[in-house]
């Protein structure tokens, strides 16, 4: 006998929670407490970001992931529990196993020992098939130059295919509680549990567009909530205490654009809108392994304050290939800045670089560098170190300005 589908929910919440690896860590928390949701989606990943895990991993294979993900997790481990949340996150870089590991270690130090189910999704790592699949005649060329991989092949470090959505609505309809990924799409991490809540079907193709279309507003973290925005930004309330987006979905593919109340920041048709156009391409083929999404048809309409609903979106059917990011060595190089757009950027630099939050956020991470540079000089690993202090420069010019917040300076080879 086959047992019926419970009929769908009307609405299901997801929030976003991490936007990068080494965005606010006290996000997650206050998504948790602070009001209702069903989904926690964090999103870590970047290109470079793998290359850097995979280098983690190659000096220690008990490495690879995102390290802090784990105490982050276990800080809420409890509130998950007790309120049913799940999690979507593809904070496992190149070694989703070893951070499940250490979840599950953190899990029965709280006693949740049998009360917590972990999924793992692996296969996206290409790194040891490479050469299998170039020797099949798979030439890997680079999408912009044509350039085939064996003129790079000795230098690689990192090689990732993207995988979308279904392997984590798979691991959701197994029961799974946390769902910790290797290199699953960004919009993938936000589009299963709609999939998984609603019983999409895999060639419903509209329905996968506007999941598609939910998670890439809300995979950057608070950019879609006020904090890159230019409509009135000198007036967007209470940012260093901004509230992170969650998507309020429903069964149609419809869905509204929220954050928390009491939180700051401000959601706009406006704030939606510039997120919309992020690291976007042809906006009629914005294409991902789970479908072929048409932005030119999305509708946004404001539906109260700090609410915007989303509809319209169209779709097509996903293209028979993965795309495979691939990292290789060419040097060294290593930058930070804190940067802002035209137009307006002078003053919006000098506007961060007074405010207190700024201030106290830099002198932490100024603190945080210098640490590591102090512990990295002990272990012999660099010649020699000095650090400069918590400094506000403005740079005056139209396209940009930069904030120049803490700096260590490391001389030598790491």
């Not at 207190?356 to 170190?385: E, H, N, P, T």
Request: proline share 5%.
């Amino acid at each position: 006998m086959t047992a019926k589908r419970s009929p769908p929910p009307p609405t299901v919440r997801i929030a976003a929670g991490q936007g990068f690896w080494g965005d606010w860590l006290e996000a997650p928390y206050r998504q948790v407490t602070g009001g209702p949701i069903d989904y926690l989606m964090m999103d870590y990943l970047a290109e470079v970001t793998m290359s850097i895990m995979q280098k983690q991993k190659s000096r220690d294979p008990s490495l690879g992931y995102a390290t802090d993900f784990v105490p982050l997790i276990e800080r809420i481990l409890p509130t998950l529990a007790e309120h049913g949340i799940k999690v979507t996150a593809n904070a496992g870089g190149v070694n989703p196993r070893a951070c499940a590991e250490a979840v599950a270690a953190a899990a029965r130090g709280l006693g949740l020992a049998g009360k917590l189910k972990i999924g793992v999704v692996t296969g996206d790592d290409l790194l040891g098939r490479l050469d299998g699949l170039l020797a099949r005649g798979h030439e890997l060329r680079n999408l912009d130059t044509g350039r085939p991989l064996r003129d790079v092949r000795d230098r690689v470090l990192s090689a990732n295919a993207y995988l979308g959505a279904w392997p984590v609505v798979e691991a959701l309809r197994r029961d799974a509680d946390i769902v910790i990924t290797g290199r699953v799409t960004d919009t993938g991490l936000t589009l299963a549990p709609m999939i998984h809540a609603f019983g999409w079907k895999p060639d419903d193709w509209d329905l996968l567009a506007a999941g598609t279309v939910a998670g890439h507003t809300i995979e950057c973290g608070a950019q879609c909530s006020g904090g890159n925005c230019l409509v009135e930004w000198e007036r967007i309330p209470d940012l260093a205490n901004v509230g992170y987006p969650i998507v309020a979905a429903q069964p149609d593919g419809t869905f509204e654009i929220t954050k928390h109340a009491g939180t700051g920041g401000r959601i706009t048709v406006a704030s939606v809108t510039e997120q919309l156009v992020y690291e976007m391409g042809n906006p009629a083929e914005y294409i991902t392994p789970d479908c072929v999404a048409d932005f030119t048809t999305i509708r946004l309409a404001q539906a109260g304050k700090d609410r915007v609903r989303v509809s319209g979106v169209r779709g097509k059917p996903a293209t028979d290939k993965l795309k495979v990011s691939i990292a290789y060595f060419y040097g060294y190089k290593a930058v930070g800045t804190l940067v802002y757009a035209w137009p307006d950027a002078y003053q919006k630099a000098n506007n961060a670089a007074t405010t207190d939050a700024f201030s106290a956020y830099s002198f932490d991470s100024w603190l945080v560098l210098v640490d590591a540079a102090k512990r990295a000089l002990a272990r012999g690993s660099i010649a020699a170190v000095s650090a400069r202090g918590m400094q506000a420069e403005v740079r005056d010019g139209d396209a940009h300005a930069e904030v120049s917040v803490a700096v260590a300076c490391l001389r030598g080879a790491a």
